[in-house]
């Protein structure tokens, strides 16, 4: 193809992924109430009957929505996009290539999902009784005011939305470095040596996209590093598919 014709088919794949996304973005803003009952239940249920999250601002409430239902657009699209991108970059792969990244093409979206599922089913309920306990019901021993937990919807779904992404990003890792491998330029050796430095990285990841405090960076850190560890084992499963490979074709060559 010629650079025009490969600026065509850009072209028309990134129409597809926009129209995706509009048509996505529509449904999810019909939706929009019951996206924010889902990702607020956690809250709800650690806050029990009668508690409320306030706005303070009269827009806050709508364009809440609207990045509700963006965020949500996008999660819904990302087949569509994804499928669009492989369709983009496949007719320029070697059948051996395509059946090489395919398969990590479908563990993107598998792996985020898991690090989402496991941030707002196990991590979200701890961590949200942990810091409502700071609440007080009334003075002690006499004096001060009582503490009472009153949040804003914008944000709240700031938070639980940038620690989604977060600990979905973070789930990527292994996918990241498997690939990397089996391209070769990683090895599970390499891997092993840098265990030091990426402990040190992942904790400063972990401060960097989680809210500023211990039990959120140190939730998405450990997690992490066990990623890591699953990566060198990854990596080593493929190095040594590699050598059988080379062995067998050494063995018919010798033949």
């Excluded at 009334?138 to 949040?151: R, T, W």
């Excluded at 919807?153 to 940038?162: A, N, P």
């Excluded at 499963?237 to 490979?245: A, T, V």
Aim: charged share 15%; hydrophobic share 55%; net charge neutral.
């Amino acid at each position: 193809m010629s650079l025009l014709d490969h600026l065509i088919e850009l072209r028309k794949r990134l129409i597809w992924s926009m129209v995706a996304f509009i048509i996505c973005f529509g449904f999810c803003y019909w939706q929009s109430e019951r996206i924010f009952a889902f990702l607020a239940d956690p809250l709800a249920d650690a806050l029990g009957e009668g508690r409320r999250l306030i706005y303070t601002d009269l827009l806050e409430a709508f364009f809440t929505r609207v990045k509700i239902s963006m965020w949500a657009a996008l999660f819904v699209s990302f087949p569509v996009i994804a499928t669009q991108i492989w369709m983009f970059v496949a007719p320029g792969l070697y059948k051996n290539e395509r059946n090489a990244f395919l398969p990590f093409l479908i563990a993107t979206p598998v792996m985020f999902f898991l690090g989402a599922g496991i941030l707002y089913y196990l991590i979200l309920p701890q961590a949200f009784h942990f810091f409502l306990g700071f609440q007080t019901t009334g003075p002690v021993d006499g004096l001060g005011l009582a503490i009472d937990f009153e949040g804003k919807i914008s944000e709240y779904l700031s938070l639980i939305m940038s620690l989604i992404f977060a600990f979905g990003l973070s789930f990527e890792l292994p996918v990241l470095l498997t690939l990397l491998a089996r391209v070769g330029i990683v090895s599970a050796a390499g891997l092993a040596s840098k265990r030091r430095y990426a402990i040190v990285g992942v904790f400063v990841f972990a401060a960097v996209v989680t809210p500023p405090d211990v039990i959120s960076q140190v939730s998405l850190a450990i997690p992490m590093w066990g990623l890591y560890e699953i990566s060198i084992l990854c990596a080593r499963l493929i190095e040594k598919k590699r050598r059988e490979k080379e062995e067998a074709e050494d063995a018919d060559a010798g033949l």
